[in-house]
């Protein structure tokens, strides 16, 4: 395989990029090779691209997904300079920086996102993408059967969930799924994010807070408040759930009911990578209470 830069320098010029002279590798993403590609006479571009596309519709749906972000939720996100089969390219942001008030100011961001995009409905009009694995967005009525079906169950069949989960674990999980309506509050859908993790907060050039890589579809705002309080977000976002708690209303046990939200996310993560970071370990201590019957 070509190394990262040379390889991500072909696909951005085969996309139509042609005066792309380099491209330097960024690190932090998961799924896909990503880089920053110099021009001689125009800005810098962002360029995404897989060694192997697992399907023609990756790009497209993020793209997608970004417009739908900024369009529906206010939010701001990179414009897109192109989408294609094998690459994705868009206007280049800054990382945020360490300070609470960028934080309490994304507290707002994401309050309005959910608060003005409440939806009759659970799913999106079409299938996405959470990193290499195709993101089920089948309509739902039902808030629980969405979550249980499209969100916590569809990982079992995957190979390395199997190999994770021993038949305990995997009988717990259905009964978790089965009392969902008892643990969780019955919420109505809004547009999420989806795989709203710290890498993912970006900043404009003036400090405003911007968002990359989404997997949006209408379900739980508690989604994407879950994903950012269960990857270790950095200690100036203390503020943060306080403020976006108190814009959105939300009850005292919030707290309580992130590990069996965020089950959705570990079990993304494990389904997909050899090194799961502590996702199986989280998955059978969210699954304890439930491996006996009560």
């Known amino acids: 395989m070509l190394p990262p830069g040379r390889f991500l320098l072909e696909s951005v010029r085969r996309a ?30 962002f360029v995404k691209a897989l060694v192997d596309v697992p399907a023609d519709d990756v790009f497209v749906a993020e793209a997608e997904g970004l417009a739908a972000l900024r369009k529906l939720g206010g939010v701001t996100t990179p414009e897109v300079l192109l989408a294609s089969r094998d690459v994705l390219v868009l206007s280049v942001l800054r990382p945020r920086p360490p300070s609470e008030a960028f934080w309490e100011r994304f507290a707002h961001v994401l309050a309005h996102l959910h608060l003005s995009t409440t939806h009759p409905r ?25 979550f249980a079906q499209h969100r916590l169950l569809r990982w079992l069949g995957q190979p390395r969930v199997e190999a994770a989960l021993d038949r305990g674990d995997r009988t717990a999980l259905e009964r978790l799924c089965h009392r969902l309506p008892e643990l969780l509050p019955d919420r109505p859908a809004c547009l999420t994010h ?6 993912n907060v970006l900043a404009t050039s003036d400090g405003q807070p911007a968002l990359i890589d989404p997997a949006v579809s209408y379900t739980w705002a508690e989604v994407d408040l879950a994903h950012v309080w269960s990857t ?23 707290r309580a009911r992130m590990p069996i939200i965020q089950l959705r996310q570990h079990l993304a993560v494990l389904a997909q990578f050899d090194d799961d970071w502590g996702a199986a370990d989280q998955i059978r201590a969210t699954l304890a209470p439930f491996r006996t019957s009560t």
């Open 16 to 45: 139509g990029v042609r005066d792309a002279v380099a491209v330097e590798p960024v690190a932090g993403g998961l799924a896909a090779l990503a880089g920053i590609a110099a021009r001689p006479d125009a800005p810098p571009v």
């Open 232 to 254: 270790s977000p950095p200690p100036e976002a203390r503020r943060f759930f306080d403020v976006y708690a108190e814009l959105t209303g939300l009850d005292g046990d919030w």
């Open 194 to 199: 989806g795989d709203l993790w710290a890498q």
């Open 122 to 146: 659970f799913g999106w009009h079409r299938d996405n993408w959470l990193g290499r694995r195709r993101q089920i967005n089948s309509w739902e009525d039902d808030g629980f059967a969405f």
